[in-house]
């Protein structure tokens, strides 16, 4: 690897799916993992094998289907049995890394771990050393480095580079750090271990205080060649720093920082686009690079100096990034093999089933609306992989609600191909009726933790986009459902939050 080049270390499906609400399933994971092959990150840190069966199943399965192609990295404390499962993951990888970690500030040592400097020291030598045995690759993190007395550090730093660590993480784990605060931390490593120069320096920051980008930033140009960073910036807490916005920066400023990434930056916001709908966590519309004002010029001066030349108020341009705006793509006569031309571009790979769903759904639409946009086929798309292994069907709903009525619904579903059920109920507005009599139907009862209504395009015509985060006994789900009907598109979303519940185990 060349000096100028900066390793993409994401770790969505690791520090990011720590995001409270953000738990993701096996089957999400992966999609996730593949886009982010596909977006070019260098290393995937993939989870934390000893946390769950099910996290270690995860890594597992990423380890084998992606192994050959990124390297896949699985984290593990300081102790024999969490570096054994992290091996047990990794086992089918081709490329693969093992990240230890421990923790070295003073606080951490006195309070959490119970442990002086020199059985600090001992532990991170042996574990580093136990994670050689399995792979040449291997990742030492002093937690709360940031905080750690910076000679203390120099020493944990060196002790386990000489005992094999390639690459030394230095973690922000509390969000504490500031610009040049960190610029000093890592250029004093670099100035004081004798042997750094057999290792490569990462950064990881915590957006605590909403420096976690300018951060990372400050450790490259202090020396750090590897950046640990989260798609749309999830993370413990404020998140983590957003790869994204780092990528960008170093690419729209080359000028100064004179490094590169080997990301696909026309992947960013699909892949933006795709783990904010698997999370539910949706993205701020002022937001950089992804947000969906992130190239709206509204101000007239803007928009005049725009015409005339891009260049005067945008430093990057909205295909850089893969931005699928408010295109005017298609209307009901644009036919089949037009239709396919843009969902290939849009970045979606369908078989032949598939596209002639989705080409159905379009044409449904295009009955309704006059113009169908990017967004509009993005959309009708993501709803359909959406439904992949959903045991219960909507078959039917009928509500009827009035300002002197008592709102009321009838909802039809189907189990598999069990016979069609009925079932009907009151609430506090024909949403709620709909929500009730689903549940009753299905037999669990949840509490609602979030409703989210958006317009996928312009107009009154427009899909709406509906998401739900459901509470089932402490269990999280979420589901999304579009409809240029309201109640339907809720409706959709809410089976599919009951349906992740269902295949997830849970019962009433
Ligand atoms: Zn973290």
């Not at 973690?171 to 490569?200: C, E, M, R, W």
């Not at 400050?218 to 950046?227: L, N, P, S």
């Not at 705006?325 to 209307?331: D, E, F, K, T």
């Amino acid at each position: 690897m060349s000096g100028d080049q900066i390793i993409i270390f994401d770790t969505t499906l690791r520090d990011g799916e720590q995001s409270p609400g953000c738990s993701m399933n096996t089957r999400e994971k992966l999609e996730v993992a593949r886009a982010l092959v596909e977006l070019g990150v260098d290393v995937i840190e993939a989870g934390f094998p000893i946390a769950s069966p099910g996290d270690f199943d995860a890594v597992r399965q990423i380890a084998e289907k992606f192994g050959d192609r990124t390297t896949i990295c699985a984290l593990a404390r300081s102790r024999d049995e969490d570096i054994e499962k992290a091996k047990g993951a990794l086992v089918n990888a081709a490329k693969r890394r093992i990240h230890v970690f421990l923790a070295t500030s003073a606080i951490h040592r006195e309070f959490k771990l119970k442990m002086d400097k020199a059985q600090i020291i001992e532990r991170a030598i042996s574990s580093v050393k136990m994670a050689k045995e399995f792979t040449d690759d291997v990742e030492f993190s002093p937690e709360d480095a940031a905080r750690t007395e910076l000679d203390f550090l120099c020493e944990v730093v060196e002790k386990t580079i000489d005992a094999g660590a390639t690459t030394v993480n230095i973690p922000d784990t509390v969000g504490y750090a500031t610009p040049n605060h960190y610029f000093k931390v890592i250029s004093y490593l670099k100035q004081n271990v004798p042997n750094i120069n057999n290792a490569i320096i990462s950064s990881h920051c915590h957006d605590d205080l909403g420096l976690a980008v300018a951060n990372s930033l400050a450790a490259i140009e202090a020396g750090a060649r590897q950046v640990e960073c989260t798609i749309n910036g999830l993370g413990e807490r404020a998140g983590n720093a957003a790869l994204e916005e780092i990528v960008m920066a170093l690419r729209t400023r080359a000028d100064y920082y004179k490094v590169h990434t080997k990301i696909n930056t026309q992947k960013l916001y699909p892949t933006s686009h795709l783990v904010s709908s698997i999370t539910g966590m949706k993205v701020q519309r002022n937001k950089a690079i992804v947000g969906q004002n992130a190239f709206a010029h509204e101000a007239g001066i803007h928009q005049h100096g725009i015409l005339q030349e891009r260049s005067t108020y945008e430093i990057m341009r909205p295909q850089d990034v893969g931005y699928v705006g408010q295109n005017l793509v298609l209307g009901k006569h644009s036919g089949r093999h037009a239709f396919r031309d843009r969902v290939a571009q849009l970045g979606f790979q369908l078989d032949d089933a598939a596209t002639q769903k989705a080409f159905d759904d379009f044409i449904a639409l295009a009955d309704k609306k006059k113009e169908v946009y990017d967004s509009d086929i993005v959309a009708l798309i993501e709803n359909r992989m959406e439904e992949n292994g959903d045991r219960w069907k909507l078959i039917s709903f009928h509500t009827s609600a009035g300002s002197s009525a008592i709102p009321t619904a009838t909802i039809q579903l189907q189990y598999l191909e069990e016979p069609v059920l009925c079932d009907a109920a009151i609430g506090d507005g024909p949403i709620d009726a709909v929500f009730k009599a689903m549940e009753r139907i299905v037999g669990l009862t949840a509490r609602l933790e979030q409703f989210d209504v958006r317009s996928v395009s312009e107009g009154k015509d427009a899909l709406g986009e509906v998401r739900v985060t459901i509470n089932l006994g402490g269990r999280h789900f979420q589901g999304k459902g579009v409809s240029t009907d309201i109640i339907e598109a809720a409706a959709a979303a809410y089976l599919k939050a009951l349906n992740k519940a269902v295949s997830a185990g849970v019962t009433a």
